[in-house]
């Protein structure tokens, strides 16, 4: 899901069949994103930056080496900046079709997503 931090309104949705990393999924899925929005994702999107220029992941320690304080304050400031969007999450997973194994055809999982999406965007939308 790619979710805006100043409305927390689901912008997109893709969904892949089976069992696939998140970040392999962003890579194909295609979506763009316009060269200068912020991009705040977790360590599992390690090399977003080539993608996309202004993304921010956590720093990681290197072996047996501890983090520095300034990289944990790094660290701890984007935590709680992307915290705001658990929320978000949340309010899908109410869903039961959301939150436990998906039973449907596989062609339909994206569209009972952008379902749900659509559904949770509008139940929440501020005006």
């Known amino acids: 899901m790619i979710i805006s931090l100043a409305t927390l309104a689901i912008?997109?949705?893709?969904?892949?069949?089976?069992?696939?990393?998140d970040f392999k999924m962003f890579k194909d899925?295609?979506?763009?994103?316009h060269p200068t929005t912020?991009?705040?994702?977790?360590?599992?999107?390690?090399?977003?930056?080539?993608?996309?220029?202004?993304?921010q992941i956590p720093i990681k320690k290197k072996k047996q080496?501890?983090?520095?304080?300034?990289?944990?304050?790094?660290?701890?400031?984007?935590?709680?900046?992307?915290c705001a969007i658990e929320p978000v999450n949340r309010r899908c997973k109410i869903f039961r079709v959301v939150k436990e194994v998906?039973?449907?055809?596989?062609?339909?999982?994206?569209?009972?997503?952008?379902?749900?999406?659509?559904?949770?965007n509008w139940r929440y939308a501020t005006v």
């Open 102 to 120: 998906y039973r449907g055809k596989h062609k339909h999982y994206s569209k009972t997503w952008n379902l749900i999406a659509g559904l949770v």
């Open 29 to 33: 899925s295609g979506r763009l994103i």
């Open 38 to 55: 912020t991009l705040l994702a977790d360590w599992g999107y390690q090399g977003i930056r080539k993608i996309h220029s202004h993304s």
């Open 11 to 21: 912008l997109s949705v893709y969904g892949d069949q089976g069992k696939v990393h």
């Open 65 to 82: 080496q501890q983090l520095a304080t300034v990289d944990k304050k790094s660290n701890r400031q984007l935590a709680s900046v992307r």
